[in-house]
């Protein structure tokens, strides 16, 4: 309970003890970290409505520009998005500051092509400037690749910046096509 309401999750949290991390994760880790034991106090798990207390928006701050989002604003676009049942938000909480310290999205399109299949879309993959170099970026990506094959993707996509192409390189990503984009 939060605020004296429940906290509902994104999505159910079986979904990720449900992946084949240990066999099907491409990447390794050192030390040996996965989603669910991603470090001393730290814990992986779907967004909650309770995240908004837990620093979420400011987290998602440190990546790009978030303007004014109130609880209300908050609560609505997160119940959407769960009712549409194609969105997967992620995060990672430090139990000992209640705060969540690093978070990535996953977007399953639904697609005509491929037989009507489904492409997983990963996007705002964000840490907490104080938490890294604990590899936690790649463990949610590595999470989020892995939930979008467990979901029935066809395949799985991201965009990037020339910058950290090698890190996502790393997963098996290849650059493919051009991005162009029309802010409004």
Known sequence: MEN????????DSKLLQELDFENKC??????VISPSN??????????SLGDYDRGIIQLLG??????DISRE??????????KDGYYYVIVIEDTQTNQVIASAT?????????QCSLKGRIEEVVVNESYRGKQL?????STLILLSEHLGAYKTVLETNEKTIPFYKKFGFEPKEHSLQLYH
Not at 62 to 67: D, P
Not at 106 to 114: A, D, F, G, L, T
């Open 4 to 11: 004296g309401l429940t906290d509902t999750k994104m999505f």
């Open 26 to 31: 491409k990447v390794t880790f050192d030390p």
């Open 38 to 47: 991603p470090g001393e106090s730290l814990v992986m798990r779907p967004l």
């Open 62 to 67: 440190q990546l790009t520009e978030m303007g």
């Open 73 to 82: 604003k908050f609560t609505e676009r997160f119940n959407n998005m769960k």
């Open 106 to 114: 996953v977007i399953m399109e639904q697609k005509i092509i491929r």
């Open 137 to 141: 970026g790649k463990l949610l990506v």
